[in-house]
């Protein structure tokens, strides 16, 4: 499992989780998005452009 703190949400996502790859998107323990990371996509819940923008950086960094 991997945890990551940034811009105020934590970030989890689980090595061999099912497909598509995606994170879990947390704000004050409750879940924001579930993002699939392949398709670019909200699987669950909305992000918005700063969110977004979080997810991106993180994935370029290969922290997701």
């Known amino acids: 499992m991997s945890k ?7 970030f ?3 090595i061999g989780d099912h497909s598509p ?3 879990h998107v ?4 409750q879940l924001i998005v579930k ?3 392949e398709n670019n996509a909200a699987m ?7 969110l977004r923008r979080l997810i991106d950086d993180l994935h370029k960094e290969g922290l997701l």
């Open 26 to 29: 947390y704000r004050d323990g």
């Open 35 to 37: 993002w699939d990371l």
């Open 4 to 10: 990551l703190r940034r811009g105020g949400f934590i």
């Open 44 to 50: 669950q819940g909305a992000a918005d452009r700063r």
């Open 21 to 23: 790859k995606h994170v």
């Open 12 to 14: 989890v996502s689980w």
